[in-house]
């Protein structure tokens, strides 16, 4: 089968002009690998354990410095630890986008570059476009009236229509959170 084969092969390396690179580096290749794989390897444990003591040092630190993070100690080799870290995270990273925080704030929040943000940003603009609308629409009633309503209950603001708009923007987070407790 493999002789009948070949040619085959053989004119399909020709049409793509490969037939050089074929035998003389795929091939040599291969029978370099064959050999090593028929003869072993000589291995040094010695520096292997090196390189492994090393690994190991830089792991501990990345998992300190996660932790650090994070603000508190957790084990990152439990899926369910570390499930219920990231489900936090996206939590606050959602509830970020919800009180409509720059992607400027919340990639320095949240320790990402700010394209990533972005991209995040855009997927879960587009996966909870309703969410999203309806706080947009929440906040300019708010804006407009001057008070919250949720459940037949009224939050009066009174920054929600002042020309400042850091003060607004402060008035608008305070509602939105309102909102989410209630």
């Known amino acids: 089968m493999t002789l009948r084969l070949y040619p085959i092969f053989q004119d399909e390396l020709r049409v793509r002009e490969l037939t050089n690179q074929f035998f003389n580096h795929s091939m040599q290749l291969l029978m370099r690998l064959g050999r090593l ?87 879960m603009m587009k996966k909870f476009c309703i969410m999203f609308d309806w706080l947009e629409k929440y906040r300019t009633d708010v804006r407009q009236n001057g008070y919250a309503s949720y459940g037949g209950m009224r939050k009066y603001i009174n920054t929600a229509r002042t020309a400042d708009l850091g003060k607004r923007r402060q008035a608008l987070d305070h509602v939105i959170k309102w909102l989410m407790q209630s």
């Open 37 to 123: 794989e028929s003869e072993g390897i000589a291995i040094d444990e010695s520096e292997l354990d090196v390189i492994r003591r090393n690994l190991r040092e830089r792991a501990v630190a990345l998992k300190c410095k996660v932790c650090e993070m994070l603000g508190k100690p957790f084990d990152l080799d439990s899926g369910t630890e570390l499930t219920a870290i990231l489900v936090q995270a996206f939590g606050l990273l959602l509830l970020s986008f919800a009180l409509g925080f720059s992607d400027s704030h919340i990639s320095r929040a949240f320790l990402l570059d700010l394209l990533t943000v972005t991209t995040i940003r855009h997927g």
